[in-house]
């Protein structure tokens, strides 16, 4: 069975200043997650799933939509803030949806067969399909053995200022605990710290990049509404995707296998980034590894 690739695309770029995700950055005018469906089709993925909100429908489409038509069946889902299960309204003053949980949740109908799910504005490199895709193609569809793409933190940085990422700890190829860690960056001293301390280089992250079958929908169902239950009249809460896998892995209803990725991470976390992911890709074309129009 060929896994389905969910793509996360609904957020705009509050420190970028703009829809990241459809600015170009390869030499035929390629966006990052060209370069992530053409790995994905490579690795043997047979459908795309991009979660949008409903406002920048039309610039997406515009964007992406076309180039793909006849490379991979596409399929689109919408984000927004209204949907939320029977018995729940949202808050007054509440203006944002409720984060990555509510994001792959609305995807559920759409996808039949065990899937990877991506950021839409993250390189994630050729390598890291590769290891989900066959990670998924041996995986029952009704498993709750589930897995993620761990890279390593030195690959992971910023040269234009800190980043956030998901620590993660890791026994045995399993994944304990993921724990999230704020203003990541290499000093001038040449270690890696964050608010709560220092990192080491081969330190393992999650750059949500996760392999799920489809069961994952009913877990977050039941935990979207625990979660609103509890925060739901907050206006700023998120229901966050590593939160949920976290509390699966302690509570034993699922585990979770961490397939390392030497792949170097490229994003527009800035706007500074936007040359530097230029020049990485423009090597990789370069080097063979992408034609020079990845669509002609």
Not at 162 to 173: L, P, Q, T
Not at 187 to 199: F, Q, S
Request: aromatic share 10%; glycine share 10%; proline share 5%.
């Amino acid at each position: 069975m060929k896994p389905t690739l969910v793509i996360m695309a609904a957020g705009m770029g509050s420190r970028y200043g703009g829809l990241k995700q459809i600015d170009p950055v390869g030499p035929s005018g390629e966006i990052v997650l060209d370069y992530s469906v053409y790995d994905a089709i490579r690795a043997g993925f047979s459908k795309v799933v991009f979660i949008i909100r409903p406002d920048i429908e039309a610039d997406f489409k515009e964007a992406i939509g076309t180039k793909l038509e006849g490379q991979i069946d596409v399929e689109y889902v919408f984000q927004a803030l209204e949907k939320i299960p029977a018995g729940f309204s949202v808050p007054t003053g509440r203006t944002k949806p409720w984060g990555t949980g509510q994001a792959i949740l609305v995807a559920k109908e759409v996808v039949k067969t065990p899937f990877a799910v991506i950021n839409a504005d993250d390189f994630y490199g050729r390598e890291t399909f590769e290891v989900i895709a066959r990670q998924l193609m041996n995986t029952d569809v009704d498993s709750t053995d589930f897995s993620m793409v761990g890279f390593y933190i030195k690959n992971t940085l910023s040269p234009n200022g800190s980043v956030a990422r998901g620590y993660c700890d890791v026994h045995n190829g399993k994944l304990v605990t993921v724990e999230e860690y704020f203003e990541i960056e290499r000093r001038d001293d040449g270690i890696i710290r964050h608010t709560g301390g220092e990192m080491n280089d081969d330190d393992m992250v999650s750059m949500n990049t996760w392999g799920f079958t489809p069961r994952l929908f009913e877990l977050l169902e039941r935990g979207f509404v625990n979660f609103l239950e509890r925060a739901g009249g907050e206006l700023k809460s998120e229901y966050l995707l590593p939160e949920l896998v976290d509390g699966l892995i302690q509570s034993g209803e699922a585990n979770v296998t961490v397939l390392p990725s030497n792949e170097k991470w490229m994003g527009v976390t800035y706007t500074e980034d936007k040359p530097d992911v230029m020049a990485g890709i423009r090597a990789l074309v370069d080097a063979g590894v992408y034609p020079e129009n990845l669509w002609a």
